[in-house]
């Protein structure tokens, strides 16, 4: 029994769900439109305000595709009706970051800049939690959990934050374990 399978999705207002053939969902909400194609084995309902997912049997592969599909319906939602958002906080010495048209550009103790190029369907400013313009902090946003993440995911990778001094670009939640130094061992 699949406990997240078997809940429902409530459909806020102002969003609507269709399921065409072979499965394939689009969602419209007031932040944009989504599609996804989902395997033909499960079976996707509509009823008013709720989306429910169904399977045919037990098996192994089917069980483990009823709670994902149904994880992945709600992500979708939730997304054109609230949106998804990533902060970064780029922490060290001369360590800022920019936006300049579609690029981020990262200063992370490189000896060049480091440019990523910022996807079309997502939106990327330099912006603290109070919403002013900040060097060192990077708000990522968008409708799709995936890309979000993943952008934000790819953003870190430019630099760790490393475990003795804490520099490098780390996500504002984040707990980066500290260690000591060499000196901890001289005694």
Do not use: W
């Amino acid at each position: 029994m699949s406990r997240i399978g078997n809940k429902l999705i409530t459909v806020p207002a102002g969003v609507e769900v269709t399921v065409a053939a072979g499965n394939e969902v689009t969602v419209k909400g007031p932040k944009g439109t989504l599609t996804q194609t989902f395997n033909s084995a499960l079976t996707i309902e509509v009823e008013g305000n709720v989306v429910t997912v169904k399977r045919p049997n037990d098996e192994k592969h089917v069980k483990q595709l009823h709670g994902t599909t149904r994880a992945l319906l709600n992500n979708m939602v939730v997304g054109v009706s609230q949106g998804y958002q990533k902060n970064l906080k780029v922490v060290g010495i001369g360590y800022r970051c920019a936006v300049k048209g579609s690029k981020l550009t990262l200063n992370v103790g490189y000896s060049n800049p480091v440019e990523i190029e910022i996807p079309k369907t997502l939106e990327v400013t330099c912006l603290d939690a109070a919403g002013k313009v900040s060097p060192t902090d990077i708000q990522v946003k968008g409708i799709s959990k995936q890309e979000v993440g993943q952008f934000a995911a790819e953003v870190r990778a430019v630099r760790k934050p490393e475990p003795y001094k804490g520099k490098g670009i780390k996500y504002v939640d984040e707990f980066i374990r500290r260690k000591e130094g060499k000196t901890a061992g001289k005694k």
